[in-house]
């Protein structure tokens, strides 16, 4: 399958654990917390969200009343820049093959390079607010 028509572990967890946090904003939230919310490993989100905090997207802060809560932009973040905190720059149309691009005409015609502008425009023009209004309260948040 194309690489852009794949979602890894670690960018789903990291589009998921945003959302939760955008739900519920300025309020840190414990990893552990997000992990039993989003149903995986703890440890594997501390990771992602280590990955988010460089990215500047993240802060965490220790202690009891610790956590992680968004930064940056906060509710104004685009899922674009979340996923590429995780994965690097989004993929382009590539070749079924793994070429650059198909030296011919391509089997599927346009078809993978409709779903990569297609996606990118999503990413691009989708931020974390617009995930989270009109939801009532994080429990609302499909996971």
């Known amino acids: 399958m194309s690489p852009h028509l794949r979602i890894s572990e670690a960018a789903s967890l990291a589009l998921h654990a945003m959302a939760l946090l955008a739900s519920q904003p300025g309020q840190p939230q414990p990893s552990k917390n997000l992990a039993h919310r989003l149903g995986v490993s703890d440890h594997h989100l501390a990771k992602v969200l280590q990955r988010l905090a460089r990215a500047g997207l993240v802060e965490g802060q220790r202690g009891p009343r610790g956590g992680f809560r968004l930064a940056g932009q906060g509710r104004g973040t685009r899922l674009l820049e979340i996923y590429e905190a995780v994965e690097g720059p989004l993929p382009g ?24 502008a297609d996606m990118r425009a999503y990413l691009v023009g989708t931020t974390l607010g617009d995930l989270t209004s009109g939801l009532g309260r994080p429990a609302d948040i499909a996971l």
């Not at 149309?93 to 990569?116: E, I, K, M, N």
């Open 93 to 116: 149309q590539t070749c079924l093959l793994g070429r650059p691009a198909c030296s011919g005409a391509c089997v599927l015609g346009g078809l993978l390079g409709r779903l990569a």
